[in-house]
């Protein structure tokens, strides 16, 4: 498995801002992804991000808005820009872990960071 | 396509009651099947998982079994206690792209 850890843990921001979300892995790993879980709600993903290549964005998710960065097999970042209200969530990285070399792996586990909350005021 | 679907809940159990959250499940194919934890102001932590059709996951007393006839990967847990308080989710994996469908999620209350 990995470890994964994130910052801040949490952070209270003007809407308006920017906050840019750190995730650092003990292993060097393929694919990153990061999450949004609103009050209460289950996981929506915001992007894949591979290292050496552009984050794939899901479906109502942009790169003006949540910029990605993935400079390298253990580092990603996630930037909430232009914050308002409404972005105020859980954002969560997680990595994918594979018991075998296939793509798609035949059996791959996520593990997940422990979250940044962010409230937007 | 694929989906997870989980009971709502919340479910509010007395101390070592048994629990089941049921999770049903669409997908192509026959992926591996997961059950995540939240507890409260954490990140998700995988509980236990099975990779083909009759495999039982179980981890900390929780068990789910796969069974491909029913597309069904229900938790149960004999006993709760109150640290099992908490967010489940019942997750499966998109063939194509490692990504993960997550169910909605169901709030676990224990009471002492």
């Known amino acids: 498995s990995a470890v994964i850890s994130q910052k801040p843990s949490r952070d209270i921001c003007q809407r308006g801002t920017s906050l840019t979300i750190q995730c650092q892995v003990d292993s060097q790993v393929t694919m990153m992804f990061w999450y949004r879980q609103q009050p209460g709600q289950s996981l929506t993903l915001i992007a ?74 | 396509g694929d989906s997870v679907t989980q009971m709502e ?48 996951g179980s981890n900390k007393g929780f068990e789910a079994t796969y069974r491909k006839e029913t597309t069904s990967f229900h938790l149960e847990k004999g006993s709760v206690q109150v640290s099992d308080s908490a967010v489940y989710f019942c997750a499966l994996p998109m063939n194509r792209d490692d990504k993960i469908i997550f169910g909605k999620g169901t709030r676990l209350h224990i009471l002492p």
Not at chain 1, 84 to 89: C, G, L, M, Q, R
Not at chain 1, 111 to 117: L, S, V
Not at chain 2, 9 to 26: K, Q
């Open chain 1, 48 to 121: 894949t991000a591979n290292q050496g290549s552009e984050a794939t964005y899901e479906s109502g998710f942009v790169i003006d808005k949540f910029p990605i960065s993935r400079p390298n097999l253990t580092f990603s970042t996630l930037t909430v820009s232009n914050m308002s209200p409404e972005d105020s969530s859980i954002y969560l990285c997680s990595v994918l872990w594979t018991s075998g070399n296939h793509f798609p792996s035949q059996n791959p586990e996520q593990y997940f960071g422990p979250g940044t909350r962010l409230t937007v005021t």
């Open chain 2, 9 to 56: 809940g919340p479910v509010t159990l007395s101390e070592e009651a048994f629990l089941t959250i049921n999770c049903t499940y669409t997908a192509t194919g026959y992926p591996s099947l997961f059950w995540y934890v939240q507890y409260p102001g954490e990140g998700l932590q995988l509980l236990l998982k099975a990779t083909k059709a009759d495999d039982k």
